[in-house]
């Protein structure tokens, strides 16, 4: 049990269909961020919120959108994805460690998309 | 710039044999190191964490680390491997005021009966 929810846990989408990810975290936590995992490469960082604020984006393709309504939930917004895009999208939250809180980070079980 | 370097993709261990997990790391100053783990189609879940003060750390389902300064080094060890221990292990850093983790590419861990 990690606090952190997210939903779907699977998704397939044609290159044309826009959806959405959803995370939700129950810890209290007020920074969350996106990730994504692809066989054989490290974890890549693509988005961080504090405080419902946008504070990272790693260069990540516009065809990826995010929203951040409040520090509990976190999206994902998908639209004409490519097949390299295919991945485990993993959500993640912590304390804002820049304001003196925790540095750990708290993931989600993932949600696993295939793009046809 | 930090970086993570876990040299072993595979390691396959006897159930009940130790297993030392390698990680090394690339910073300047005092790192904040963390190993995660990831069993099939589930999220990372935290094992430990070293901030500073003593070297060897504690983590949950009987897994321990040692920071070593002079290597770079931040190893994971268990006495005892259980079949439930395969899984997928990740090596991460930080630093004080960044809050960005760089993690390493992970070491597959198989437990062989």
């Known amino acids: 049990e990690t606090g952190v929810t997210q939903t779907p846990r699977h998704l397939v989408m044609g290159m044309t269909n826009k959806k959405s990810l959803k995370c939700e975290q129950h810890l209290g936590h007020n920074a969350m961020y996106w990730y994504k995992q692809s066989a054989k490469k490290p974890l890549e960082l693509m988005f961080v919120y504090n405080f419902k604020e946008q504070t990272e984006n790693n260069s990540v393709p516009s065809r990826f959108s995010p929203e951040c309504p409040n520090s509990s939930h976190l999206f994902l917004h998908l639209h004409t994805l490519q097949p390299e895009d295919s991945a485990l999208y993993l959500c993640?939250?912590?304390?804002?460690?820049?304001?003196?809180?925790?540095?750990?980070?708290?993931f989600g079980p993932g949600t696993r998309l295939t793009v046809t | 710039a930090q970086s993570v370097t876990q040299p072993d993709i595979h390691i396959t261990v006897s159930e009940g044999a130790s297993l030392e997990l390698r990680c090394n790391y690339s910073y300047g100053a005092t790192p904040y190191l963390f190993w995660y783990v990831q069993s099939p189609g589930q999220g990372l879940q935290l094992l430990l964490k070293y901030f500073s003060g003593d070297t060897l750390v504690q983590g949950i389902k009987g897994f321990e680390a040692e920071f070593k300064r002079s290597q770079s080094s931040f190893n994971l060890r268990k006495p005892s491997v259980h079949w439930s221990d395969a899984a997928e292990y990740f090596c991460a850093v930080g630093a004080k005021g960044f809050q960005k983790l760089v993690f390493g590419t992970g070491t597959r861990l198989l437990v062989s009966p």
């Open positions: 993640a939250s912590s304390q804002d460690p820049t304001g003196g809180g925790s540095y750990e980070q708290y």
